[in-house]
C-alpha cells in the first residue's frame, strides 16, 4: 500500500500561523476538513499532547510526527500542515521543524500506527524531502511529493524499520585507549567492529570493557571479596594503549538482517537476554535495534 494513499488531500493544511509544534497540532486538527474524529477536537489534541510530552516527536531532518492513540477514535487518520514558518521545536539534528506528519489512530489499529510510523521514517532520509514539501505551495502539489516518493507502508515491520544508524564504529587494531576516546566524544557507550568492507567482526559494550581489565582467571573465581586488595580501576587501565580490540570484541553478537521480521529480532533479543541487535544489508552493517527503542517506539508509540 502506498503512503500516500492514507493521506486525504484535505486534510493537507498550507501556511499555518503556528510558532510551535503544540499550536501547529490544533491548528491542522482545527482545519483538516476531511478530518472526523467523532469526538470533540479538545481531547484529540490533549491526546496527541500527553504523547509528547513522553518524548519529542521532532525527529530531525525538518520534520516532526506527532501521533496519538486514542480509544473511541473512527479509523485512522494522517493530516499533513505545512507552516509558513518554521516552528520553534527543532529535531535532535538541531534543525527546525518545516513539516509536521500528524497521525491518528484507535486501540484496534496499531499495527498500522507503527507500519505508518516506518514509512515516513524512510521519507525522512529521502534528499531535501522537506525542502520540497515547502517549496510545493498548493495542496495538489505537497500530495504530489508524498505520492512521488514511491514509500510504500509494509504489511509487516522489519528490523530496518526500528533501528538507528548512530552508533560508535570501531576497527579490531584500534587500542583500548582510541575506542574509550570515540566513545566519550560521541557519548555512546557501545561500538560495533567492522573491517575495511564494513562487515561485522564483533560488538563492544561496557561488558567487554570492563572484562578487558581483568585478568583471565578471575573469571573462574567464586568471590570477589578480594577485590578490595587488588590493583585499582587506574591500574586496569594503564593497558589502556596496549589493548587492541580484537584481543576483547565480542564475536558472538545478535547480527540480523535488515529485511528480517520485527517480531523475530525482538524475539531472539529476548531469547539471548542481549540489549542490542546488530543490522546488516548484503553483508554490510547498516544499524542497531536497542531494546530501549522497542520500549519507546512500539509498546510506547
Avoid at 2 to 16: A, C, T, Y
Avoid at 192 to 206: C, D, P, Y
Amino acid at each position: 500500500m502506498r503512503l500516500s494513499s492514507l493521506v486525504d488531500r484535505k486534510n493537507i493544511v498550507l501556511g499555518l500561523k503556528a510558532r510551535n509544534l503544540q499550536e501547529a497540532t490544533r491548528e491542522i486538527l482545527d482545519r483538516a476538513a476531511a478530518f472526523s474524529p467523532g469526538l470533540p477536537l479538545h481531547e484529540v489534541h490533549e491526546a496527541v499532547m500527553m504523547r509528547e510530552a513522553l518524548s519529542s516527536t521532532a525527529l530531525g531532518v525538518g520534520i516532526a510526527l506527532p501521533h496519538a492513540r486514542i480509544p473511541d477514535l473512527e479509523g485512522f487518520t494522517v493530516l499533513v500542515g505545512i507552516p509558513e514558518n518554521d516552528l520553534t521545536d527543532k529535531g535532535i539534528d538541531g534543525r527546525p521543524v518545516g513539516a509536521v506528519f500528524l497521525l491518528l489512530t484507535n486501540d484496534h489499529l496499531n499495527t498500522l500506527l507503527l507500519q505508518a510510523l516506518a514509512a515516513l521514517s524512510q521519507l525522512m532520509q529521502q534528499d531535501r524531502f522537506v525542502d520540497r514539501l515547502r517549496e510545493a505551495g498548493t495542496v495538489e502539489l505537497v500530495w504530489n511529493e508524498i505520492h512521488g516518493s514511491n514509500v510504500d507502508v509494509r504489511k509487516k515491520l522489519e528490523a530496518r524499520d526500528l533501528m538507528t544508524s548512530a552508533f560508535v564504529q570501531a576497527s579490531a587494531d584500534m587500542t583500548l585507549h582510541q575506542l574509550l576516546d570515540l566513545m566519550f566524544e560521541n557519548g555512546i557507550d557501545d561500538a560495533v567492529v567492522l573491517n575495511s568492507e564494513h562487515h561485522i567482526l564483533g560488538t563492544v559494550t561496557s561488558r567487554e570493557i570492563i572484562g578487558a581489565g581483568f585478568p583471565d582467571y578471575m573469571s573462574s573465581m567464586d568471590s570477589i571479596g578480594f577485590l578490595k586488595e587488588y590493583e585499582s580501576f587506574e591500574e586496569f587501565f594503564k593497558k589502556e594503549n596496549k589493548i587492541v580490540v580484537a584481543e576483547f570484541m565480542n564475536k558472538e553478537a545478535i547480527i540480523v538482517e535488515a529485511s528480517d521480521p520485527l517480531i523475530q529480532v525482538v524475539f531472539r533479543m529476548f531469547l539471548e537476554k542481549e540489549r542490542i541487535a546488530f543490522v546488516q544489508e548484503d553483508e554490510v552493517f547498516v544499524g542497531v535495534i536497542d531494546r530501549n527503542d522497542i520500549i519507546n517506539h512500539i509498546l510506547r508509540a
